[in-house]
């Protein structure tokens, strides 16, 4: 069974904390995605890696950071938490290659106070 | 600017009557789109793909079509059921690596 697996499904931060949210799959997938999705906003882009150390900016990079070293983990960094952070958080992979279904986690809700 | 428009917030039916969702896009060139559905709380499951140059694609109570020349895409679920309620979001691939871009989503509630 294919798996797309984040590390918390809850989590609190205080406003300054670098919070660090990690997303593992064990599909071999390529691609890899961080999207946050607020009422209204749908799902929107944050940063997506296409292979290991290869990232591109989504729509809304600002504030967020992230890191690939393996081809299998996806880490999401916020530099320095703050209230309008507080969202859904939700990864998602996919092939790099072909019509490319993407699987996601679970997600990961996170509120900074 | 690129942009993904579903086209309402949310859609209210009756139990049995056939739900359509529509799909726009601007300044894309897809040769394939997305739907999945998503129930609160849980991440997106894909449900059917769609290519440039197929016109419809059914699945079981599925129904997609695409019109690359309107640049849109309806989703059809026909004999709605309650358990159909959920948000369902269309997507396209962008860029040399298919990047994925998501539309905001429409909420579907059946009633009995």
């Known amino acids: 069974d294919v798996k797309v697996t984040q590390s918390s499904r809850y989590l609190v931060k205080r406003t300054g904390e670098k919070v660090f949210l990690e997303c593992v799959q064990d599909?071999?997938?390529?691609?890899m995605f961080w999207y946050r999705q607020d009422p209204g906003l749908g799902l929107r882009l944050i940063y997506f890696?296409?292979?290991?150390?290869?990232?591109e900016k989504g729509d809304i990079p600002e504030g967020y950071s992230v890191s690939r070293e393996k081809k299998e983990r996806f880490s999401l960094i916020l530099e320095s938490a703050s209230t309008n952070q507080t969202s859904m958080y939700l990864c998602?992979?996919?092939?790099?290659?072909?019509?490319?279904?993407?699987?996601f986690g679970q997600g990961t809700r996170l509120t900074v106070v | 600017s690129q942009k993904i428009e579903q086209n309402s917030e949310a859609l209210n039916i009756q139990e049995g009557k056939t739900a359509t969702l529509t799909c726009n896009y601007t300044?894309?060139?897809?040769?394939?789109l997305q739907w999945y559905r998503q129930d609160p709380g849980r991440g997106p499951v894909f449900l059917l793909l769609?290519?440039?140059?197929?016109k419809e694609k059914r699945k079981e109570r599925l129904k997609v079509t695409f019109d690359t020349t309107l640049k849109q895409s309806l989703f059809h679920i026909t004999a709605s059921q309650p358990a159909d309620s959920a948000t369902y979001l269309c997507?396209?691939?962008?860029?040399?690596?298919?990047?994925?871009?998501f539309g905001a989503g429409t909420r579907l509630a059946v009633h009995p």
């Open positions: 997507a396209l691939a962008s860029g040399g690596y298919n990047k994925l871009i």
């Open positions: 890696s296409y292979d290991v150390k290869m990232k």
């Open positions: 998602a992979s996919s092939l790099g290659t072909g019509t490319n279904e993407a699987f």
């Open positions: 769609i290519r440039e140059n197929e």
């Open positions: 300044n894309y060139s897809p040769a394939y």
């Open positions: 599909m071999d997938h390529e691609n």
